[in-house]
């Protein structure tokens, strides 16, 4: 990996609170310890191949060096997974890659935010909270709706945090007296392969400093075009892995790094400053989520990270299967004293004569049973819904009899591992829901969107069941909730009618 030291110059970096020199080697030790542990979950949630690359460097984090094998071996080992197979298995040997860990990841995903969650503002003044709603949906709409909650889940659960930046327009920043929309506030996804903190040395919880570095495709550069949209330029980013070589049929890579301190924002580009404002937000504007908390660490857990041995340990034993049924299929005959034995092969209706008293025809090979195997197997796959928390029936499969599953209790009580889970994402995400709210609402005060005060800025999050459920039931709890006095926007909410975002 090419860990070129980039000049950043001391006079650009003013006010950020962060030296050359540290800033260098929070740059350095990102490369070098972070982003190969990082990659490796992604390669075990894509389970990428090295035939399917492109010379684009695409935004996804699956552009670091990784685990290459002989020209010489199958097909199927050049998947990303393959790199945890032993090395008996990459001799001319049947590989069988099974990814167990995505379509898991993707469950999760599935019953944290398949319905979406509701927002209420928690303003003493009605007419101000309905603004409030009304802005919020705005913005999460105006950056993806429920596509960016789904993309926050599904890279929280890979990487076991993530970080969400938000960002002003930049016609804002050279016109400060410029009208904000709900538009111009933009919601950045961080992946933590390009996400660099400096956090408060009192306080793992705070960020002092934050920190950005990733490549960028520069088509205007290569010639390809004469004018590119900035904002294009943003999707076209990758985390900051080596460098692809210059070449004809390659596009220039520039080396962008953005430092993010409470007074300015400084943007550079191969270390020479392109950019630097005011920080008109007086405050880091970065959200930070753990996938599931982890004490005393600014990083969460992974999903992926548990499941890496038993996904190894399944691909290897599904190879072993797939070596002993190739050599095992075909039955062979060993025949003694039959003269031209070879020349007739065995079949249907074929006859030898011999007149050997010691001749006969001996049959071996054939594929045998195994329970053993089968069982072994079995109870790998038994680990990882133990590990992960989700099972065959949360995907839909079904396998044997499951038993009666049309009550709500019963379905509740297969999927009680997976519910469990859920609710620990929920507290952990609904706080950095909760936050990234707040900081929306900041902003929006800061720029003239809407103006408020500290206290409105608190919201309420009402999750909707991950269960199907019986509508006229929910209906009737709703009924006796109104009478109970229950706020009839809360209770409105719960149904899931106070507009989802």
């Not at 049947?94 to 303003?123: C, P, Y």
């Amino acid at each position: 990996m090419n860990l070129a030291k980039q000049a950043f110059h001391p006079a650009d970096l003013a006010d950020t609170g962060v030296s050359p020199a540290l800033l260098q080697m929070l740059i350095t030790e990102h490369q070098a310890g972070v982003l190969p542990r990082l990659q490796r979950f992604w390669d075990y949630y894509r389970n990428p191949s090295k035939t399917s690359g492109t010379n684009l460097p695409t935004p996804s984090p699956a552009h670091a060096p990784r685990l290459r094998f002989s020209d010489s071996a199958p097909h199927s080992s050049t998947l990303a997974q393959a790199q945890g197979l032993p090395p008996r298995l990459h001799a001319n040997r049947e590989i069988v890659i099974e990814n167990d860990i995505a379509w898991r990841i993707h469950t999760l995903v599935d019953f944290m935010f398949a319905k979406g969650v509701v927002i209420q503002s928690m303003s003493d003044d009605d007419a101000l909270a309905t603004r409030i709603e009304t802005l919020l949906r705005e913005v999460f709409d105006h950056n993806g709706g429920q596509a960016f909650f789904h993309d926050l889940a599904l890279l929280g659960g890979i990487y076991g945090y993530v970080d969400v930046l938000l960002r002003l327009d930049p016609a804002t920043h050279r016109s400060p007296n410029r009208r904000t929309h709900s538009a111009d506030l933009r919601l950045d996804l961080v992946d933590p392969p390009r996400a660099i903190p400096l956090l408060d040395p009192d306080d793992y919880r705070r960020i002092d400093t934050f920190i950005l570095h990733y490549g960028r495709v520069d088509p205007v550069a290569g010639g390809i075009a004469a004018q590119t949209p900035s904002r294009w330029h943003d999707l076209l980013k990758f985390p900051a892995f080596q460098a692809p070589a210059p070449s004809a049929d390659r596009l220039p890579v520039r080396q962008i790094t953005e430092v993010i301190s409470p007074q300015t924002i400084a943007r550079f580009q191969d270390g020479q400053l392109i950019d630097k404002h005011l920080n008109r937000l007086g405050r880091v504007p970065a959200i930070h989520f753990q996938n599931l908390p982890l004490p005393f660490f600014y990083e969460g857990l992974s999903d992926v990270e548990p499941l890496i041995p038993l996904q190894d340990e399944l691909n290897t034993r599904l190879s072993d299967r797939a070596n002993r049924v190739t050599f095992q299929s075909f039955k062979m005959y060993l025949g003694k004293g039959i003269e031209r034995f070879v020349e007739r092969p065995v079949g249907p209706g074929q006859m030898w004569q011999t007149e050997n008293p010691d001749a006969s025809i001996q049959e071996f090979g054939g594929d045998a049973a195994s329970p053993s195997e089968d069982a072994h197997i079995e109870q790998i796959r038994d680990a990882m819904d133990k590990t992960s928390g989700v099972n065959g029936i949360a995907a839909g499969l079904l396998r044997d009899k499951v038993g009666n599953l049309t009550s709500e209790n019963a379905l509740r009580m297969v999927l009680v591992g997976l519910l469990a889970k859920t609710e620990k994402r929920r507290v952990t995400y609904g706080a950095g829901i909760a936050r990234l709210c707040e900081l929306i609402l900041h902003a929006a005060d800061v720029t003239g969107l809407l103006a408020t005060r500290p206290e409105d800025r608190r919201v309420r999050l009402d999750w909707p069941s991950p269960l199907p459920e019986n509508t006229g039931q929910r209906l009737e709890e709703a009924k006796l909730k109104l009478e109970l006095g229950v706020p009839r926007l809360q209770v409105l909410a719960e149904l899931g009618y106070a507009g989802d975002v």
